[in-house]
T-cell receptor, first 110, second 115 residues
Framework: GEDVEQSLFLSVREGDSSVINCTYT??????LYWYKQEPGAGLQLLTY?????DMKQDQRLTVLLNKKDKHLSLRIADTQTGDSAIYFC??????????FGTGTRLQVFP | SQTIHQWPATLVQPVGSPLSLECTVE??????LYWYRQAAGRGLQLLFY??????ISSEVPQNLSASRPQDRQFILSSKKLLLSDSGFYLC??????????????FGPGTRLTVT
């Protein structure tokens, strides 16, 4: 079945860039997403990319998609303490479900 | 605009007691609805999803059940809770298939502790 994998932890210094990586197995993925979850809260959709795109930029966020390698990344420029959270990538084909990764806990230290 | 509500926000229940968690969506019609569970420090586990009233798909056989009595209402239930049912329960909605980019929007969650 479909699978989405992420590294569990990432620690960065405030002001540096963060890069969170994700790999997926479903070659029929049409959209890929990045969600953010702050402690004790639901998930917030940050951004998404269509599978025929290589890159999408939205303010401090840059999404890179390598469809050949089934690799997705989220780069956060000028990382702030408020960016500390769990980040989930997810993919969908034409089904009614999203397949979520395990989540990457980003810790930003001063 | 669309909003999604969940209640209660937190719940402490003894083992063997029943459970009912409610989720409602406003500002949209015929949404797809989803129940997820997130154990402490873990990822999301899809429990149930529904594409219409009375239509429930179960992803993981377990001690829980779901119902959709109205278009924008989704209920998660159990007759007898187990310790392993503890976790953070999230409801989500998305536009019906063929509309939008399939993104899901999440409620604030219910923290369930079974003692």
């Amino acid at each position: 079945g479909e699978d989405v994998e992420q590294s569990l932890f990432l620690s960065v210094r405030e002001g540096d860039s963060s890069v969170i990586n994700c790999t997926y197995t479903d070659s029929s993925s049409t959209y890929l997403y990045w969600y953010k979850q702050e402690p004790g809260a639901g998930l917030q959709l940050l951004t998404y990319i269509f599978s025929n795109m290589d890159m999408k930029q939205d303010q401090r966020l840059t999404v890179l998609l390598n469809k050949k390698d089934k690799h997705l990344s989220l780069r956060i420029a000028d990382t702030q303490t408020g960016d500390s959270a769990i980040y989930f990538c997810a993919e969908s084909s034409w089904a009614d479900k999203l397949i979520f990764g395990t989540g990457t806990r980003l810790q930003v230290f001063p | 605009s669309q909003t999604i509500h969940q209640w209660p926000a937190t719940l402490v229940q003894p083992v063997g007691s029943p459970l009912s968690l409610e989720c409602t969506v406003e500002g949209t019609s015929n949404p797809n609805l989803y129940w997820y569970r997130q154990a402490a420090g873990r990822g999301l586990q899809l429990l149930f999803y529904s594409v219409g009233i009375g239509q429930i798909s179960s992803e993981v056989p377990q001690n829980l059940s779901a119902s959709r009595p109205q278009d924008r209402q989704f209920i998660l239930s159990s007759k007898k809770l187990l310790l392993s049912d503890s976790g953070f329960y999230l409801c989500a909605w998305s536009a019906p298939k063929g509309q939008g980019i399939h993104e899901q929007y999440f409620g604030p969650g219910t923290r369930l502790t079974v003692t």
